[in-house]
């Protein structure tokens, strides 16, 4: 039975609103419905190198890299206004975002600069309300184990695109790249519309009963601001580790269809289906459950151990990439394995930001790490098509970048932040109130 100090959650936000359970739902809902916009993509690239047969490939990455910017970017300020003024409102500009971005993606796009303006800008800002809002709305909902609702609800945001990625490529088959685009976007706009009608946050000072925590996992009794979050050494280890790992996976997700090319497996079948969205849609399931299976793993045995593991191993994954040229069964098995190492850091990076940072300022504090996957968007849409261009279309180089990256991760992860961490949370006086330095 839950509880509060102050109120009971059912009370306040109705028996449904009121409902954690419900909440974690609607918000994994709500991620599924915006999984494509970052995970389709890639199926959408060989409709739009016919429709733009004139310009470069990496002209048309940066379709992907600006969605990805303007998905991580606005996500402070967003953040900001939802724990100012609620989930609900946020939650549906998001979903008008995202409808709007494919629709008017699908049907008034006439030029690469429209895309980047309906892809890129509309449909990415609406994709990262949607996404901060849930996250941090499954942190406030449950601090008995923040690991696993984190992971569960960034999870529909990996997995989603499992359940659609055929389809959807079944659509563009049929409809072409336009038609699918508009098609489901508005599909996937009304759902999230629906799910924005649900969405609350707890009532203040609301904890689950029988609240205990985790005993490797180190949390803050404080609730920093974003200002005094930015004042900590540990947050831009963690901003930097962030950046860093994501890296090799957006690149693969943003340019799977150019990776198989360049590995010459891009016209093998898999049960008559072809490669990449095959790939994808399994790569989609092992994401997803990266998430839930990671953090859950790190609500017992701690953040910055898992990630240490999971981050090393995701560095010997994406070595591996550079080793299987012209075996399309090779590219089937290990791909899954990537994204089942890299799709973690969706649940332990919220997760941890609420037990360094505090879950009162979750939403803009997170949001602010967030933005780390802007800036590796850069490096692995725009940046990594040009490199590989520079080398006849071989993403050998950019995923020789992304390992070594991953193996400082790791490093940074366990020979760090953790000591870090604990020696900060270790400083903590209380007299009531949280009060001392934050670092």
């Not at 008008?96 to 971005?101: A, D, K, T, Y």
């Not at 590989?388 to 400082?408: C, E, I, K, R």
């Not at 940074?412 to 604990?422: D, T």
């Amino acid at each position: 039975m839950e509880h509060t100090k102050n109120s009971v959650p059912r009370a306040v936000n109705s028996p449904i609103a009121g409902n954690r359970w419900i909440q974690l739902i609607a918000g994994v809902v709500a991620m599924i419905v915006i999984s494509n916009f970052q995970y389709a993509f890639t199926l959408f690239t060989p409709g739009l190198k016919q429709t733009f047969a004139t310009v470069p490939y990496a002209q048309i990455a940066l379709i992907f890299t600006l969605f990805i910017l303007f998905e991580t970017w606005p996500v402070p300020v967003a953040g900001y206004l939802i724990d100012k003024f609620g989930i609900r409102n946020l939650m549906l500009v998001g979903s008008f975002g995202i409808l709007l971005g494919w629709v008017l993606g699908g049907t008034v796009a006439t030029t690469l600069f429209h895309l980047y303006l309906c892809y890129g800008v509309l449909a990415g800002t609406g994709a990262g309300i949607i996404y901060v809002a849930t996250v941090a709305n499954a942190v406030k909902w449950s601090p008995d184990k923040w690991g696993l609702p984190a992971g569960r609800t960034a999870a529909g945001f990996g997995g989603g695109a499992a359940l659609t990625l055929i389809p959807v490529a079944a659509t563009i088959k049929a409809l072409g790249w336009a038609g699918a685009m508009t098609a489901w976007g508005l599909g996937q706009g009304l759902v999230a519309i629906a799910c924005s009608l649900i969405l609350r946050h707890p009532p203040a000072g609301w904890l689950p009963a029988d609240w205990t925590l985790p005993k490797d996992v180190a949390q803050t009794k404080r609730q920093f601001t974003c200002t005094q979050m930015l004042s900590t050494r540990e947050f831009y280890v963690m901003y930097a580790m962030f950046l860093m790992v994501c890296t090799g996976g957006l690149m693969t997700t943003g340019n799977m269809s150019q990776i198989a090319k360049s590995l010459a497996v891009s016209d093998a079948k898999i049960m008559g289906i072809a490669i990449v969205p095959f790939v994808a849609a399994v790569a989609g399931v092992t994401n997803a459950f990266a998430r839930i299976m990671w953090g859950s793993i790190s609500d017992r045995f701690g953040r910055e151990y898992t990630m240490g593991f999971a981050f090393a191993f995701e560095g010997v994954l994406i070595f591996l990439m550079t080793q299987i040229t012209g075996h399309p069964i090779a590219f089937m098995v290990l791909m899954p394995f990537v994204f089942l190492a890299w799709g973690e850091i969706y649940a332990l990076f919220s997760a941890l930001t609420g037990d360094v940072f505090g879950p009162k300022n979750a939403s803009m504090n997170y949001g602010i790490l967030y933005t780390a996957k802007g800036v590796s968007s850069i490096l692995a849409g725009y940046g990594a098509a040009l490199v590989a261009a520079h080398y006849a279309g071989s993403f050998q180089v950019p995923y020789y970048v992304a390992a070594v990256f991953d193996l400082a991760a790791a490093f940074l992860a366990v020979f760090v932040l953790r000591p870090g961490i604990r020696k900060c949370i270790a400083k903590e006086v209380w007299l009531g109130e949280p009060v001392g330095a934050a670092s």
